[in-house]
């Protein structure tokens, strides 16, 4: 073991009474080269079904991994445990604590390891909960519901070991064919922030490491590939695509980051100090470690080229600023040992990411002298298998009922020509590719689609009702034919024909269309399963279009993790509703929200095109990316960002603002006050967005800066005031500086960024002003809730 030995007879580092520093430094003190690189790397694992240890997990980019070789020097990191093969979570959980006690044994100093698993959509194990997507997370505009939801994977998290989550994703769509929108919180990086923070301070208070992943720019690649150069100007890096890192790492104060495989402008970000270093530690502060994105530091020899072999990749990565080699010992293995020998590497550069992950060791517990590794729910039953089984429970009813809430909160009605909320229809025709899958609800991140489907043997795990049993749940004196039509994207047409006859023979239309999530080609939504354009993928398309052409009433329902082009149906189609990938409970919401049961509230996060071909585009666009008469191209969006449709009626009155001229580090009101005039109860979602007529430098036309959740019962009225820093003007200048400048502003309250109701002009006084990370990133918001008016009846 150690000579070092405290007055308590433990190692110095096992003193929780000790400070963090003191800890670590006593560990560094001890470790050789070999054992400090160890606490850099992971290994990909996969829990025994029995019980026993772990076992690696082999891939063609990892290799043979010999534990037995491996433990003596210690384990950084335990790559997805639960993630990798269907297991009962009880067995799973004991099967970690005992290769986590192995790994105490038989490492010298007995460090335990760092487990890690994915959790987008939830925790990506089997039996979890999966709830909806990130792409309706941002579609609800409420913060607070998805810390909530944070904060209970965070809990299943640690209930069978786990210790860091490997999300949220804060990349901001530039692109709707890029496959891996499903898993951002859409296109505004105002929106990603506030949305993106909750969800850390929900995994956060949990004690689970949140991740902040991918820094930065992996959402712009060009042409909307996966892994494909990024080729972003320093505004678009600076004011887009970074303010959501930058929000979160203030506001949500996350342990840990993982970098992106792009490269910027020719620098891969894996071997980028200006970002991993110069940027996230010493401007804004970051403390905690950053990882490498799965095989990112060997990709520098294999996939840029920028790197001539392991060793010089494992000294690039790590003199940039990443800590941790994931998934697996790779380049940070015995080429490191090599770049450290001759000297390529100094160790001090080494030494530093050691204290960093050492530091969040000693933070969550791994080194007090009492850590016991075994999770509470297994006290007393480590000796038999049969005892731990179905023990733990990550699916229970609070977690369920807690997905159905995001989904009903998440589904977006685009259209409604009144036939909406049904009024119990006799004869339902349920057509499309999607109203019998039971995955059209998942994405790929989910475990049942991203691993389960390796292993059908072991079911699903939760309880997937498709949209077409839902439907039967939820109208039950309905008669319900179905018919799929086509496929996701086979492109047949030959069931068309069939489709057709149970549409005509209908009251109503259910047309389900949209995605099936996948992994690298193997889906039409995904990692790796880009888009060549926004048109419907296979033959729905043609599908939508016969089904319309019956002229049978027709409700769309897109259970997709893209937007869409959507041909004629926003002309002729009774209702049109989007929900991406909307979790276990999510064909549940969609039918409650078509019975009238629930009261949709959704709003876009992403722009629904018009066209196919018009990407890139989002609504924040410049005045030159807009309509215009210099190209036969029009971008403008079918339905725009932030809109969203209710089952009532709002009234907007009374709107003005405070003083119409400000200093430029003064601040500006607006207020609206919004009444349900409707006979349902309803959501609006106030948005504000500021528009700078005139500036230095390019800006978009609109961007959202703020927004209020307002749910409203049946006359109901309440007032909501903005109170807007001039810093949210601010703005990457052309010398590089973020500046606030005098002129004029625009704000507006609207109900999307394409409805802006009322607007307010505020003037800007006094000298340019330099701002930077220490600035204001939000408006106040306040609501206050009228009294109702006295009904004459009562």
Not at 23 to 45: D, F, H
Not at 174 to 181: L, Q, T
Request: charged fraction near 20%; hydrophobic fraction near 45%; proline fraction near 7%.
């Amino acid at each position: 073991m150690t000579d070092q030995q405290t007055a308590r007879g433990i190692p110095p580092w096992q003193d929780a009474a000790a400070s963090v520093a003191d800890r670590v430094e006593a560990i560094i003190a001890e470790l050789t080269l070999e054992e400090k690189i160890a606490q850099l790397y992971g290994v990909w694992v996969g829990a025994s079904a029995e019980g026993g240890d772990v076992a690696p997990n082999q891939h063609e980019m990892i290799g043979d991994v010999d534990l037995d070789e491996l433990l003596p020097k210690g384990l950084g990191q335990l790559t997805r445990p639960f993630g990798t093969a269907p297991v009962d979570p009880g067995v799973g959980a004991l099967s970690l604590a005992r290769t986590q006690r192995r790994i105490m044994a038989e490492s010298r100093l007995g460090i335990p390891a760092v487990a890690h698993e994915e959790c987008l959509a939830g925790f990506a194990a089997w039996g979890a909960t999966a709830y909806p997507v990130p792409l309706s997370w941002a579609a609800t505009f409420d913060p607070e519901l998805i810390e909530r939801m944070a904060r209970r994977i965070g809990d299943d998290l640690r209930s069978v070991g786990i210790h860091q989550g490997l999300a949220p994703v804060l990349d901001v769509v530039r692109d709707a064919r890029w496959g891996r929108v499903e898993e951002t919180m859409g296109e505004d990086p105002y929106l990603v922030g506030t949305v993106g923070a909750a969800y850390v301070r929900g995994l956060e208070s949990a004690g689970v490491v949140a991740t902040l992943k991918h820094f930065v720019g992996y959402s712009a690649s060009k042409a909307g590939r996966n892994l494909a150069p990024v080729a972003v100007g320093r505004r678009e890096l600076a004011d887009v695509l970074l303010p959501p890192f930058e929000m979160v790492v203030r506001d949500g104060r996350p342990r840990s980051v993982m970098n992106a495989y792009t490269d910027l402008d020719g620098v891969p970000t894996a071997a980028d100090a200006s970002l991993l270093t110069e940027l996230l530690r010493d401007t804004w502060g970051f403390e905690g470690t950053v990882v490498a994105d799965y095989f990112s530091v060997a990709f520098l020899q294999t996939l840029h080229g920028t790197a001539g072999s392991l060793a010089d990749a494992a000294a690039a990565a790590l003199e940039a600023g990443i800590d941790v080699e994931l998934p697996t010992v790779h380049a940070f293995g015995a080429p490191l040992v090599a770049a450290v020998a001759d000297g390529r590497l100094d160790v001090k550069v080494l030494d530093r990411a050691l204290r960093r992950v050492l530091a969040q060791k000693v933070g969550l517990g791994l080194l007090d002298a009492d850590w016991d590794p075994l999770p509470p729910a297994l006290a007393g039953r480590a000796d038999d298998i049969d005892a731990v089984r179905g023990t733990i429970d990550l699916d229970p009813p609070g977690n369920r009922a807690l997905a159905a809430e995001i989904a009903e909160r998440a589904i977006v009605l685009l259209r409604n020509d009144g036939t909406l909320p049904l009024a119990a229809p006799r004869r339902i025709a349920v057509i499309g590719p999607t109203a019998d899958d039971r995955f059209a609800v998942l994405g790929c991140y989910a475990f049942p689609t991203h691993v389960g489907v390796n292993h059908p043997e072991s079911g699903d795990g939760i309880v997937l009702p498709t949209l077409l049993e839902s439907l039967r749940d939820e109208f039950p004196g309905a008669e319900l034919a179905h018919a799929a039509g086509t496929s996701i994207d086979g492109g047949e047409t030959d069931g068309i024909g069939a489709a057709l006859e149970a549409a005509a023979a209908a009251d109503v239309v259910v047309l389900a269309l949209g995605d099936r999530a996948g992994l690298f080609g193997r889906g039409t939504s995904g990692e790796g399963c880009d888009a060549e354009s926004l048109q419907l993928p296979g033959a729905q398309a043609a599908l939508l279009e016969a089904v319309l052409d019956v002229g049978v009433p027709t409700v769309v329902t897109l259970l997709a993790g893209r937007p869409y082009t959507l041909g004629t149906a926003p002309d002729r189609a009774a209702g049109i509703l989007e929900a991406f990938f909307a979790g276990e409970e999510g064909t549940r919401a969609l039918a409650g929200i078509l019975s009238g049961r629930v009261e949709p509230s959704g709003r876009l996060p992403v722009s629904v095109p018009a066209s196919a071909g018009v990407h890139p585009s989002t609504y924040l666009a410049t005045p030159l990316e807009r309509r215009n008469g210099v190209s036969n191209i029009d971008p403008t969006a079918r339905y725009p960002f932030g809109h969203g449709l209710t089952y009532t009626e709002f009234e907007w009155e009374g709107a003005g603002g405070g003083a119409s001229e400000i200093a430029t580090e003064g601040d500006a009101d607006v207020r609206v006050r919004v009444r349900n005039a409707g006979e349902r109860p309803g959501v609006e979602v106030v948005q504000l967005y500021l528009h700078d007529p005139v500036a230095s430098v390019v800006r978009p036309v609109q961007r959202l800066v703020g927004y209020a959740r307002v749910a409203l019962a049946p006359g109901e009225a309440a007032d909501v005031r903005f109170t807007v820093p001039a810093d949210l003007a601010s703005f990457t200048s052309r010398d590089g500086v973020r500046i606030v400048e005098p002129g004029e502003l625009v704000l507006s309250l609207g109900r999307s960024s394409g409805d802006l109701a009322l607007a307010t002009t505020v003037r800007l006084t006094g000298p340019v002003r330099v701002v930077d990370h220490t600035r204001r990133l939000h408006p106040d918001v306040f609501v206050r809730r009228m009294p109702r008016p006295a009904d004459p009846a009562e």
